[in-house]
């Protein structure tokens, strides 16, 4: 119910419960008498690798705008999560963040992101989500297909599958949160829609992640060290090491250049990072279990906000529409912001408008795929059109990036625009501008230096 107490519907349902399909469940509960969240994985208490979300053993961290909106969310979440093994939140600011191979000055920005374990963060989200009265969450099984009116105008339900059993569930809404793999630009296509278009900037990246346990006394206190992968240091890493020293190294290569899993290899690995210090941290450290290997072929965002009919009763968010590169750590927090829009769009339409509602989650995508797809065309084998903003942005983010390893007010505003919380125009002020010009005038722009050799 809202807070007028009108309801939308008696039922709606969410293909997936990963992080999309429970935050929309959250928002759900406000409108719908009945929400139904559906996963093909054993998912409710589970806190560690499962098949449905295999990458999110790797390093994740959530952007102080998606943390901003979870704490509206979900009241207490700063001291419930502050209490969970494998958490960290910090100043996003005060993280070691390292560009373009250079350490940025450390600043208070009073922005706080949370870090470390993804399935700890989703199990305890799901769990607040799933102790709300309405909603049910469904395990171990698969939506099948969409069920419609006979026009094909409607969405009338979902059909289910588990084990040998197959049933029919209805809904007012289905929500399709099942990420990168959705099918519903398939299902659409069957139903006699268009599939959206499909933009796809081929990155080649891949994330290797072991943890370590180090030994007393060999490292410093717990600390994040990023440095983010550029053309002039396609390696990348992130470094998160918890208060019992326990830590995660997620290494990056790009274009094909796979960090490898044999813990000597990876050592050898973080050799040729900007970082010389993740290197020294676990070099001595015991290894904790296997390495996972992600690879990431392309950035991809799903243009639904492009089609002029789209059935009714029915929502996609999520990576199911977008999924950018990982290194910019922006997935989660979008797609917090997204079922922001999705409360308010329920707020205000009686039945909800799916044209239109395509329309405004789409806006949420808009800053973060500039930015990301922006690092991404920097790098020369990325093949494609770069257009004259993408290379403005680039030169200006370079210098920016250099003013930061001089003075912390450059990191501050880097960092409100990486977080999320403020839009990229941020950067344009007349004041800042004149501040990075100067304290880039001696930055060496011709440097393309490439100190790993890269497989083609
Ligand atoms: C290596 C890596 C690192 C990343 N790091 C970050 C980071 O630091 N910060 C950040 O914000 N984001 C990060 N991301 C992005 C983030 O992980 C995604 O944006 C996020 O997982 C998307 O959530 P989702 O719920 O849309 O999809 P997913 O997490 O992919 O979940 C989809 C769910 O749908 C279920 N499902 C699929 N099909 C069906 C079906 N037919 N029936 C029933 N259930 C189904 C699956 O079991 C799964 O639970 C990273 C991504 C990668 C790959």
Not at 135 to 152: C, F, G, K, P
Not at 332 to 339: C, D, E, G, K, L
Request: net charge neutral.
């Amino acid at each position: 119910m809202d807070g007028t107490g009108a309801t939308r519907g008696a039922r709606a349902v969410v293909i997936g419960g990963s992080i999309a399909g429970t935050l929309a469940a959250r928002v759900l509960s406000e409108f719908y008498g009945e929400v139904v969240v559906v996963d093909r994985d054993e998912i409710m208490g589970v806190a560690g690798p499962r098949r449905g979300a295999v990458h999110s053993v790797h390093a994740h961290g959530l952007h102080a705008a998606g943390y901003l909106i979870l704490t509206e969310l979900f009241p207490g979440l700063l001291e419930d999560t502050r209490q969970l093994a494998g958490l960290t939140i910090r100043d996003f600011g005060g993280m070691r963040w390292i560009f373009d191979g250079r350490p940025v000055k450390p600043a208070e920005t009073g922005l706080l992101s949370v870090a470390g374990s993804r399935p700890v963060l989703e199990n305890y989200l799901r769990n607040r989500v799933a102790a709300l009265p309405q909603v049910r969450y469904e395990q171990n099984t698969d939506v099948l297909s969409l069920r419609t009116s006979a026009d094909r105008d409607t969405v009338l339900g979902v059909r289910l599958r588990q084990g040998d059993r197959e049933w029919d569930l209805d809904a007012d809404l289905v929500v399709e949160a099942s990420g990168r793999g959705s099918r519903l630009p398939a299902w659409l296509a069957e139903l006699g829609y268009e599939r959206p278009d499909e933009e796809r900037i081929k990155i080649g990246l891949a994330y290797t992640t072991r943890s370590f346990r180090r030994r007393p006394g060999t490292f410093g206190p717990p600390q994040a060290i990023n440095p983010v992968s550029s053309p002039a240091f396609p390696r990348g890493a992130f470094f998160g090491q918890a208060i019992t020293g326990d830590c995660r190294v997620s290494l990056t290569g790009m274009q094909g250049d796979t960090p490898p899993g044999d813990t000597a290899q990876f050592l050898d690995f973080t050799k040729s990072l900007p970082a010389p210090d993740i290197h020294e941290a676990i070099v001595d450290a015991d290894p904790i279990g296997e390495a996972a290997t992600f690879t990431f072929p392309a950035s991809v965002w799903r243009h639904y906000e492009r089609l002029t009919r789209f059935p009714d009763r029915l929502a996609v968010l999520g990576d199911a529409v977008c999924s950018f590169n990982p290194v910019y750590g922006q997935g989660m927090t979008v797609i917090a912001m997204q079922v922001m829009k999705l409360r308010e769009h329920l707020a205000t339409h009686h039945a909800p408008d799916p044209v239109a509602l395509n329309r405004a989650l789409a806006e949420t995508i808009e800053d973060p795929w500039l930015i990301s797809t922006s690092g991404d065309l920097e790098f020369p084998g990325v093949a494609t059109h770069r257009p004259l903003k993408t290379r403005i942005l680039n030169a200006y983010l370079t210098r920016l990036r250099y003013a930061a390893t001089k003075d912390p007010a450059a990191t501050t505003a880097l960092m409100r625009v990486n977080g999320l919380v403020d839009r990229p125009s941020a950067l344009w002020r007349p004041g800042l501008v004149a501040k990075v010009l100067w304290l880039s005038r001696d930055l060496d722009t011709s440097r393309r230096e490439t100190p790993v050799p890269v497989p083609a």
